[in-house]
């Protein structure tokens, strides 16, 4: 197991990895870590040191390549009786005065100021060597998966792309000892040198080139004293904040902290625009911690304890609350030009990030260059997305989602009775508006579920509700209404993600036909001033359908996560069209009772999924994890 072996700390890049395994591979490495700054191996699908160069620039990580005949050299330097500098005359080598760019200011300082040349020569002599950063290595995927198999950690060298070391900044030097100032300028050039980081301050008759600029330092958590007191006063981390896996904690719609989460939210919405699919993960990650936790926040230091938080979001927090409530990253995304049109893009219904990049590629800027110049290049579906774009982009109101779902009902009623409905979503979770709607149906008669989205969707465009339909799925009653099949670990890539929510739905654009006209007269004449709605509608056999409510009403991490607890914990597949095991492939029966019973509704069966896994029941306003 990889859990077993002693890897150094792993970055994963995402490049020209599948979503579902890129999480394969987070699961698997027991170092990982989100931050590539942490990382001594990052590790991907490279072969050339080009695309290595482009990952790490990507990823704002400088390194400074380092070639074989460069370690010797420095070995050889640092083992050389010669290295001893004993005369200030001597000429550092190029590599030296790289790494130590101040020297120059040192030797000025001895040459305006009085000193014997014996304390000179000691101060020289003592000056300490440059320690190294140790190497970071791009190395190619193999190395870890041959790891594996072999069951120890493999050298490096035959995998490595590029190695690199990050820049050392300029050395502090020593000062010598006090000596006694002769004149105006011996003072001015010691308070030069002893001026604080970062300082650029000139003083009067200095020249331009004379002026001291220091390195910017990186950010570090400042504490008070009155912090000090806080951090000994807070609360103690909720024991469910322990587990990694957020099905297993209770989040609410509103958390304490959902101004700082709101700003957390914009990193990751721009994250999710530029591709970087391991960052998205680790600021949701640490949104569905923070929304867990109920307490306000009171100090970075609180956040840094947080799973899934760290030193990164504790930072952030710190620059937030001295900021007024303001984060820098996030502002500098809102009011970046490409980033705003790619949000634009992205909100098309049927338009991905990746076919937002493909848009924005192609030199357009707005929904009327997409009309001008590639309409005929678009789906149906994302036509419509841009034909209806400022209307879908309205929120739903609970009433108006209410009155949705009592008409798909109504409908499903009147073809066959006794089919029952839960409205998931956000909806189910309290949001007081809605971006679309779905609902769950089902019915107790298997024969009932059986290829009943088609009747539905016909009954309700016959009515005029439904304007069109873009997707229409009966995948579920095609394989006999079963849970998808678990082809285990080792199926082919391309098949990666084919079994993923196949449940028998209809995605649709919804108009009300009914309304009022000016004169109560003329309505056919008039055009219809409803807006066009987003509705999703599912259909599910009764022996999974708490599967299918727990699945469609669940915050997106949620999710993710009772996916990752129920392969980890359990040797389990979940997915909203029932439960399959690892083991074997069998289905797993969670929802019939102890006497094999079905479940009287709907939600009864929802509530023994969760007991069926060994989770708490969560109700859905307790599983918004954002």
């Avoid at 987070?26 to 990052?42: G, N, R």
């Avoid at 820049?167 to 300028?185: F, H, R």
């Avoid at 929510?501 to 036909?513: C, E, G, I, R, S």
Wanted: with cysteine; proline share 6%.
């Amino acid at each position: 197991m990889a859990v077993e072996l002693d890897f150094p700390t792993i970055f994963l890049l995402a490049a020209h990895l599948g979503s579902e395994e890129l999480q394969g591979l987070e699961e698997q490495i027991p170092t990982l870590t989100y931050d590539i700054k942490e990382a001594e191996v990052i590790l991907g699908k490279v072969s050339r040191k080009e695309r290595a160069l482009f990952e790490l620039r990507k990823s704002k990580l400088v390194l400074e390549e380092v070639l074989p005949n460069d370690m010797e050299a420095e070995a050889a330097q640092f083992t050389s009786p010669k290295r001893k500098r004993t005369k200030t005359t001597e000429t550092p080598s190029p590599k030296r005065r790289k790494i130590a760019p101040a020297e120059g200011l040192l030797e000025n300082y001895h040459s305006d100021t009085t000193c014997d040349a014996e304390s000179h020569a000691s101060f020289t002599e003592i000056l300490p060597s440059v320690p190294h950063e140790p190497t970071v290595k791009v190395v190619k995927l193999a190395w870890f998966t041959d790891s594996m198999e072999a069951g120890k950690v493999l050298p490096l060298e035959k995998y490595i792309i590029f190695e690199g070391r990050k820049p050392q900044p300029p050395v502090t030097e020593m000062k010598p000892p006090p000596i006694p100032a002769t004149t105006a300028a011996d003072i001015l050039k010691r308070s030069l040198q002893d001026a604080p980081a970062g300082s650029t301050r000139r003083y009067r008759g200095q020249r331009k080139e004379d002026t001291v600029i220091r390195p910017h330092r990186p950010p570090l958590l400042k504490k008070s004293t009155s912090e000090d007191e806080i951090d000994r006063s807070l609360p103690p981390i909720p024991d469910f904040l322990h587990t990694t896996y957020s099905c297993q904690r209770p989040t609410p719609v509103n958390p304490p902290n959902e101004t700082f989460i709101d700003e957390l939210k914009k990193i990751r919405t721009a994250r999710t625009l530029t591709g970087d699919r391991i960052g998205v993960r680790a600021y949701s990650s640490a949104i569905a911690t923070l929304a867990a936790y109920p307490y306000t926040l009171s100090s970075a230091h609180e956040v840094a304890r947080l799973p899934g938080c760290g030193s990164k979001i504790a930072l952030l927090y710190q620059e937030w609350r001295d900021n007024g409530g303001k984060i820098a990253e996030a502002q500098e995304d809102e009011s970046d030009a490409r980033l705003s049109v790619l949000k634009l893009f992205y909100e098309i219904w049927g338009v991905a990030e990746t076919t937002a990049r493909e848009f924005y590629n192609k030199g357009w800027r707005d929904i009327d260059d997409i009309v001008e110049y590639g309409w005929d290049s678009l789906t149906r579906v994302q036509q419509i997305g841009v034909k209806y774009y400022d209307e879908f982009l309205l929120k739903i109101p609970r009433e108006e989602v209410e009155r949705i779902a009592g008409k798909v009902l109504e409908h499903a009623n009147a073809i066959h009775k006794g089919f029952q409905m839960v409205i998931v979503g956000g909806y189910r979770r309290g949001k007081k508006e809605s971006g679309d709607v779905d609902v769950v149906l089902s019915h107790p008669d298997e024969k009932a579920t059986e290829g009943f989205v088609e009747k539905i969707v016909l009954s309700l465009e016959g009515e005029g509700y439904i304007t069109h339909t873009l997707i229409l799925s009966n995948k579920n009653s095609e394989r006999g209404q079963m849970p998808v099949a678990w082809k285990g670990d080792s199926r082919k890539k391309e098949e990666a993600g084919k079994g993923f929510d196949t449940l028998d739905k209809a995605l649709v654009v919804w108009q009300d036909p009914e309304f009022e006209t000016e004169d109560g007269g003329g309505k056919k004449k008039q055009k219809n001033p409803n807006p066009h709605r987003r509705v999703d509608i599912i259909v599910s056999p009764w022996k999974t359908a708490g599967c299918a409510v727990l699945g469609w009403t669940s915050g997106t991490t949620f999710q993710r996560d009772l996916r990752r607890y129920c392969k980890k914990e359990k040797q389990l597949k979940f997915d909203s069209s029932g439960v399959r095991s690892r083991v074997d492939g069998r289905w797993v029966d969670l929802e019939s009772g102890g006497d094999g019973e079905m479940a009287p509704d709907m939600l009864t069966a929802e509530r023994r999924v969760f007991g069926g896994l060994g989770l708490e029941w969560r109700a859905p306003e307790e599983r918004c994890t954002g």
